[in-house]
């Protein structure tokens, strides 16, 4: 059984300067564990609802002072006396606590920063890694896994909500060859990075100018010309198309999704439109993964963008499923995506995002777990990806301390397995 002596919460900054939650966790016995949840700025409206002030002198409405609030209060005072077998225990305490569908009451950022401080306290007191913690947690459920090292998927040229929308898709990433080792394929992607920074001189005169999650962001004319631009990078890099990287698009359709249309670079088009133009892309490119490709509730577009696509690119689903059991649950029997985007403050408690985990993974759905537009630098995330097995990771480019301190942790967890040095 374990027991939580005392939480102490602290409102931070995120990577946009942001207010964020942090909390710390002492559990009866000494050990204690500590973690900070990220925000998003292209959030889904099926998300688990962050609390915010809404004082408007104070952080533009985004402060987080009540979520601290509750923590050092309402929710500390629940947890007097109470032991707990396991991390879905605490996890069910907080959610019957919110007494809500989206956690809106206490706050997603106030819940998940205790459910996170609680898992990282644990793994300290059983003295194992984090990303051992997290893989018994899906031990623990009957989790059947494969033992994969997650290939990153790394940010290189960004638009949309995260730069300003001089164009209309979010991101446009490179996808390393699997087969490579990690430290390898993150060697390959930096160079690849490098390039790019020369590419916007070179090509648009431009300085070293990054997005919210890393991304360059040069002035492109359409959304192709972002894709063209990323495969002659890679080109001038020295890696061949399909061999040695492959690239995938984050749309966020929601965003350019108007009165039933979409509007992609100042064309308007109906969804079996949009997927002909998706068409192309996956035939004139190494597709991997297409995210958000059409809009959060277009269910009758998904299905069509399934049928057209999935023999050719993966279907992720980033707003269309939330990190939610039900709405992946309704994706599947519809057939409208094969693919999760795993988002723990999304859904709000880490035994909820492995509850989605499972019911994505046993229809055999391919796992990208995500880091948000607003991070911090804590490294947890890498831990999640290691212990849950994803076939991806998604944090963003390889630049900005917040996107790095995830890449420096899964650089420390493979030298830790493939070396047999002690755990991290």
């Known amino acids: 059984m374990i027991q939580i002596e005392r939480l102490r919460p602290l409102e931070i900054l995120d990577s946009r300067g942001n207010p964020t939650v942090r909390c710390t966790c002492w559990l009866t016995g000494g050990a204690t564990g500590v973690c900070a949840v990220p925000a998003g700025a292209s959030t889904g409206k ?40 396991d991390q879905a225990e605490l996890d069910q305490h907080l959610i019957d606590l919110d007494g809500t569908p989206n956690l809106g009451r206490l706050g997603a950022n106030s819940i998940l920063a205790v459910s996170l401080a609680f898992a990282c306290a644990a793994a300290a007191a059983q003295r194992v890694p984090l990303h051992t913690y997290f893989a018994d947690l899906c031990a623990a459920a009957d989790q059947i ?21 001089q164009v209309a898709i979010q991101d446009v990433l490179l996808v390393p060859k699997p087969s490579h080792e990690f430290p390898t394929q993150l060697e390959a992607m930096s160079e690849v990075y490098r390039v790019a920074v020369d590419f916007m001189a070179s090509e648009y005169g431009m300085r070293y100018l990054t997005a919210d999650e890393g991304g360059l962001a040069p002035p492109f004319s359409s959304s192709g010309a972002m894709l063209d631009g990323a495969m002659e990078c890679a080109y001038r890099a020295g890696l061949a198309a399909g061999a040695d990287f492959a690239v995938a698009v984050d749309a966020a359709a929601s965003h350019f999704h108007v009165n039933g249309q979409y509007v992609l670079d100042g064309v308007t088009l109906d969804a079996h439109q949009l997927v002909r133009v998706y068409e192309g892309w996956a035939n004139n490119y190494p ?46 029997e519809l057939r409208a995506a094969n693919a999760l985007l795993l988002k723990l403050n999304q859904i709000g408690t880490v035994s909820r995002a492995l509850d989605a985990l499972q019911v994505a993974r046993a229809a055999g759905w391919h796992i990208v777990i995500s880091a948000r537009s607003g991070e911090t630098e804590d490294a947890w995330l890498a831990d999640l990806a290691v212990g849950w097995s994803a076939q991806n990771i998604k944090v963003g480019s390889i630049a900005q301390s917040e996107r790095l301190a995830k890449y420096n942790r899964l650089l420390e967890i493979h030298a830790s397995i493939t070396r047999l040095e002690p755990p991290v």
């Not at 985004?62 to 979520?67: S, T, V």
């Not at 896994?145 to 929308?165: E, K, Y």
Request: proline fraction near 3%; include cysteine; charged fraction near 25%.
């Open 46 to 85: 099926h998300e688990a609802v962050e609390l915010r002030d809404g004082d408007a002198f104070r952080y533009r409405g985004l402060g987080c002072q009540q979520a601290v609030a509750h923590i050092a209060g309402e929710i500390q005072d629940s947890l007097r006396g109470v032991e707990f077998r």
């Open 145 to 165: 896994r494969p033992h994969r090292f997650p290939v990153p998927t790394i940010n290189l040229f960004s638009g949309g909500m995260h730069a300003g929308q």
């Open 287 to 332: 597709l991997y993964s297409l995210e958000d490709g059409l809009a959060e509730d277009d269910w009758q577009g998904w299905q069509h963008m399934y049928e057209r696509l999935a023999d050719k690119t993966l279907i992720l689903g980033d707003d269309l499923l939330c990190t939610n059991r039900q709405r992946i649950e309704q994706a599947i």
